[in-house]
Every structure is written in C-alpha cells, then in structure tokens.
C-alpha cells in the first residue's frame, strides 16, 4: 500500500503540485514516444467522474502541462456515448491532452486469456473510443490491472503498464536532492519508513478523479 503521508487532495494543491514538479526542472509528456529521464508521465484513470476530469485538464492546461486522460468503456458510472460524456472528452482534447483507453479485464475474463483475444477485445473498445475522439487511441491503461499484464508490451498498442515505464525509483532519486525541504513534491513520492513530516492538516483523502 502507498504511504501517501498528510497530502491534501484539492484543486489549489494539485495546481501548486505541478508548479513545483515544473519549478524543480521535470516537463511532461506522454506515452506514445520515448521517454527521457527528467520527463514526467502523467496520466489519469477516469473511473469516476468525467466532470472531475475536465476539471483537472483545465487546471493542468493553465499551468502548461500535458497529461492523458484514459477513459472506460465499461463504466457503470458514465458512458462514453452519452452527448454530455462526448463533449467533456471534447473540451480535454481542445486543453491538449491526449485521450486513451482504459480497459478492463475483469468485465471480459476471470484468467488470462492469451494475448490474441486480449488484444481483439482491446482493439474493438479501442475503435470505439476512436469514434468519439475522432483521432488514433493509441495507449492503453488497465483497470486495476491483473499481475498478467504487468511489466511486458503488447501488439498493436502501448500499455501504460510495460516495464520501461516502471521508474519510481530512478524518479525518486532525482527528486530527493532537487527538493529537500519536505514539500509536496517529496510527500508525493514518499519512501517507505520515511517523510513522516506532518504539514499540521490532515486533508481529507479522495481520488481527485
Ligand atoms: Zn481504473
């Protein structure tokens, strides 16, 4: 489980979060290119609320920093076909973010199920988020993802989960000595057994999204 120390989940402290990532010398990108040490992928699962996720874009667009928004087609809380869902999705892409597929495996299978059904049931709900997106959804992030998909690529698709992108600990290295002064930035990436520096609130705890 992820120590995540005292950190308050609002708006104004995640627009001053970016800020510092920024401020500390780390820019943003996506998925879909090489990454480089320095880069910060920043993605969003949207499991609950699309309002929330435009909402996030926005504050992300102002602060001049690029994320990807994956969304489910699975939901039972939104869908994606909907005119209202549609045009929020539209509002994060006018921010300039990307859009990709969040894909649940648990909606489809109790196993693994080979790599070639996989990717079939992946490429159908990829074609369909393409059709409300309007451009090539090229990324995939799974939905609390089994250790199956965890550490390896696939055909066709670039999955959020592949082991180039298991960097945590190279992160944390850089950050460390970038900011030692106990602020957000560190409390974000918290180490096991240590930063237990309390800021004097505890904020009430929630995904943002
Ligand atoms: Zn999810």
């Excluded at 950190?7 to 001053?16: D, E, G, N, S």
């Excluded at 106990?182 to 520096?197: E, L, N, Y």
């Amino acid at each position: 489980m992820t120590q995540r120390g005292d950190y308050q989940y609002t708006y104004t402290r995640y627009r001053q979060l970016l800020d510092e990532l920024t401020d500390v010398g780390l820019s943003f990108t996506t998925y879909g290119g090489n990454v480089s040490e320095g880069e910060v992928l920043l993605r969003h699962d949207v499991d609950l609320s699309v309002e929330r996720a435009v909402r996030m874009a926005e504050i992300e667009a102002s602060a001049n920093v690029d994320s990807t928004y994956y969304f489910l087609l699975t939901s039972r809380l939104y869908n994606i076909f909907n005119d209202q869902t549609r045009n929020r999705i539209d509002r994060i892409q006018s921010l300039g973010h990307d859009i990709g597929l969040h894909f649940s495996t648990h909606q489809y299978y109790n196993d693994a199920p080979g790599d070639e059904q996989l990717i079939e049931d992946v490429n159908t709900e990829r074609e369909m988020l393409e059709s409300v997106t309007g451009v090539s959804v090229d990324t995939v992030s799974f939905h609390v993802p089994p250790e199956w998909v965890l550490r390896r690529s696939f055909d066709g698709f670039v999955s959020t989960y592949e082991e180039r992108f298991f960097w945590r600990d190279r992160l944390q290295r850089r950050l460390e000595p970038a900011v030692a002064d106990g602020s957000a930035v560190r409390r974000w990436f918290p180490r096991k057994g240590t930063d237990s520096r309390s800021s004097g609130t505890v904020g009430r705890k929630r995904r943002a999204v």
